[in-house]
C-alpha cells in the first residue's frame, strides 16, 4: 500500500507541472501577440506621420514659385512616401515585405511615369523573400533614385520602359534597373554623379552591398547586397 501511495504521488507531480508549462506557454504567446499588436500600431502610426510630412511638402511645394525649390520638395516629398511605403511593408508577413513594397513603389513610379508614356515593369524571382527586414528601405530609395532619374532624362519625350529586376545571386539578392532610352553618359566625377546616384550610393553602402553603375554608353545598374545582412 505504502509503495502504492508513493507512486500515485509520484504520477501526479508531472502532471501538476505539464499544467503549469502549459499555462506559462499560453502566456507567454499571448504576450507575443500583444508585442506583434504593438508593433503594427506603431508601423501604423510612424507611416501616417510620415504620410502627413508628405502632404505638408507637397502643399508647400505647390505655393512655391521658384521651379528649382518647387522641384526639391516634391522630390523630397516622394522620397519619404517611398520611406513610408517601404516601412508599412515590413510589417506583412503574408508575403516578402521586399516584393510587396517594391510593388508599391513601381505603382508610385507609373503615376508619374504615365505622363511622359514611359512603363514601369517589375521582375521578382524565386528566393527574394529571405531579403532581411532592415534592408527593405534602402533598397526601395536606391530603386526609386534610379527609376526617377531614368524617367527624367533616358527618353527625351519619346517614351519607353523601365524595366526592375529582382533575383538572387548564391547568397547576395541582386536589383537591375535599366531601360530601353539613351545609354547612360558618365559626364561627372566618378565619385559622385549628382543628388540622386550619390545617394544611391549610400543606401547601398548602407546595405553593406555594392552599386555597379553601368560604363558609359550602357544603361543597366545593379545593386548586390548580401540577403542577410541588416543595414547599419
Known sequence: MLMHG???EGIGRPQSSTRSDGRAGTEAQEACKRLELLLRETVHRCT??????????SLQATRLKDREGRAALEDAAER???LARARAATS??????LATALRQVCE???AHAELRS???SLEIGD??????????TPICLAVNELATNAIKHAFEAKGGKITVVVRRRDDDVVVQVDDDGLPFLDAAPSDGHGLGLGLVRRLVSSCGGKFHQPPSGSKTFEIVVPSGQSAS
Request: net charge negative; aromatic share 0%.
Open 6 to 8: 508513493t507512486a500515485n
Open 48 to 57: 501616417n506621420d510620415l504620410q502627413l510630412v508628405v502632404s505638408l511638402l
Open 80 to 82: 519619404i512616401a517611398i
Open 92 to 97: 506583412e508577413e503574408e508575403q516578402s515585405a
Open 108 to 110: 508610385a513610379l507609373q
Open 118 to 120: 514611359v512603363l514601369i
Open 127 to 136: 528566393g527574394c523573400d529571405e531579403v532581411a527586414s532592415p534592408l527593405v
